[in-house]
């Protein structure tokens, strides 16, 4: 099968088993396929032209839906803390876009570009996996526990306490608090939307939704619980890659000079996007099957070794 736009010639069934295999096994891992997907478009398919990011972006619209229906319907979406971080990756994004197109249009400055980003996200994984991390996680995980006792005496019929909803306390310019299943959260809205706004940069260009990026700030950094933080990290992914896409779509035109296909490959994005969802939900059937540290550490261990070699490339 032919991909006009990306100039890929393969089988309709590769987009689809791959795109499957990566998210299957990095959902396990609670990251998300599209960092990985674009090594593979990159590298395998030979698909460099800026392009590739808002092909990689369709892969979060068709995949991400059904989580952020979820949360949702589980009543765990923190709405303010989605909207600071949409309003400060959106603007990121269109950065991130015009960036990618007018400075990075050469593969091998693309991928030192990528090898940078995946260095970021391989070594926090091997990280995860260190005494020093696992100590200060040993705080969080109880706090989890704690959260699915609760969950589950609401589930029993207790929901009538609300307390399976992430309740709004305060919400500024400078601050935003929230209860989330009788404990209380707090941290500044400004200093978030910054590194939203750089985030969003850093999303624009690879062609990620920016969630496998913030997600471990806001836990690491401003000690939000994971349960709280997924719903909005995921929304605000969905809707960046929306903008996303829609922006390198609209701007094509006016880059037509170039001779760079800018637009994304819809055909292409949706095959990984069918991929992805179904890989997701397989994988988190499972997940419970397979050691988390060691999946981890495959990961941790992958992503550095192509972060080192696309980082390397710029010099051969």
Known sequence: MHFPISGVDISPFIPLTVAFGISFFTSMGGVSGAFLLLPFQVSVLHFTSPSVSPTNLVYNIVG?????????REGRMAWPLAWVIISGTLPGVFIGAIFRIKYLPDP??????VGCVLLYIGARLLYDLTV??????????????????Q?????????????SMIRTIRFSLTRYTFEFY????SFHTIVL?????????????????????????????????????AGAALLSTFLTSIVGVSFYTLIAPLYAYTGLAIAPDWKL????????????????????HFPA????????????????????????
């Open 64 to 72: 991400i839906p059904g989580g952020v229906y979820r949360y949702l």
């Open 108 to 113: 091998r400055h693309f991928k030192f570009f």
């Open 132 to 149: 020093r991390a696992t100590a200060r996680k040993s705080k969080t995980n109880e706090l989890e526990k704690q959260f699915k006792q």
């Open 151 to 163: 969950a589950g005496k609401l589930q029993e019929g207790t929901q009538s306490s609300g307390r």
């Open 182 to 185: 009788g404990e209380t959260f």
């Open 193 to 229: 939307f910054l590194l939203t706004f750089a985030v969003g940069i850093v999303s624009g260009t690879y062609g990620i939704g920016g969630g496998s990026i913030i997600a471990p700030f806001l836990i690491a950094i401003f000690g939000l619980p994971v349960y709280a933080i």
């Open 269 to 288: 994005g949706i095959l990984f996007g069918i991929g992805g969802l179904l890989g997701m939900y397989c994988g988190a059937r499972v997940q419970k």
């Open 293 to 316: 540290r060691l999946i981890k550490l495959i990961l941790g261990i992958v992503i550095l070794f192509l972060a080192i070699r696309y980082i390397t490339g710029i010099f051969t």
